[in-house]
């Protein structure tokens, strides 16, 4: 870069016997929408904060009837939200289990292929054959284990996310109610 302009370059480029300067391209600015987006997602916990923080002070506004009404169906929206996660929960539960166990089918049916094609090799070359045989079917063997393992290990994990939801469900409904019952008292 030129020392007095720092948008100019220091290099000068040839194409077909002529000088060339090459210019920066033109920065474009962000829209408002895309500014916003961009904060949120960079700076997520000071966005729940400040929704936070702004719905406490709509509220101290608001008047206690709509209060009372609002909270009221904020309890509703909660409970509705805590029961389809615990759905959604369960659902994600119930497909790890079952891509676990097709995972088994498939590790068995790799095994039974495994041990067909060493019971040919047995047939055609009897010396080799024999290692070919205790190989393939090890490898079978070992194959349906770690597949078993992982799709154990998938539906595990898929349960306590699961449980986790549920957890945190409840806890969400558990202080839905003690908000509805401060706002009653």
């Not at 040839?14 to 210019?23: E, F, P, R, S, Y």
């Not at 067909?116 to 079978?140: C, F, I, M, P, R």
Request: glycine residues 6%.
């Amino acid at each position: 870069m030129s020392k007095t302009n720092p948008s100019t370059p220091d290099t000068v480029s040839t194409a077909k016997g002529t000088n060339v300067v090459t210019l920066p391209g033109k920065a474009t600015e962000q829209r408002p929408s895309e500014k916003v987006i961009a904060f949120a997602k960079n700076h997520p916990v000071l966005t729940v904060a400040g929704g936070i923080a702004i719905g406490v002070a709509v509220s101290a506004l608001l008047p206690r009837r709509f209060t009372r009404r609002f909270v009221s169906k904020a309890v509703d929206v909660a409970e509705a939200a805590s029961a389809a996660g615990l759905v959604l929960g369960n659902k994600a539960a119930d497909r790890a289990h079952d891509l676990g166990i097709d995972a088994r089918k498939q590790a068995s049916k790799f095994a039974d292929r495994a041990e067909k094609a060493s019971d040919l090799a047995v047939l055609n070359l009897e010396k080799y054959g024999l290692a070919a045989v205790s190989t393939a079917s090890a490898l079978g063997r070992a194959t349906a284990r770690r597949a078993s393992r992982l799709g154990d290990a998938a539906a595990d994990t898929a349960n306590r996310l699961s449980d986790a939801a549920a957890a945190r469900s409840t806890k969400v409904l558990h202080m839905a109610e003690d908000l509805k019952k401060r706002v009653h008292s």
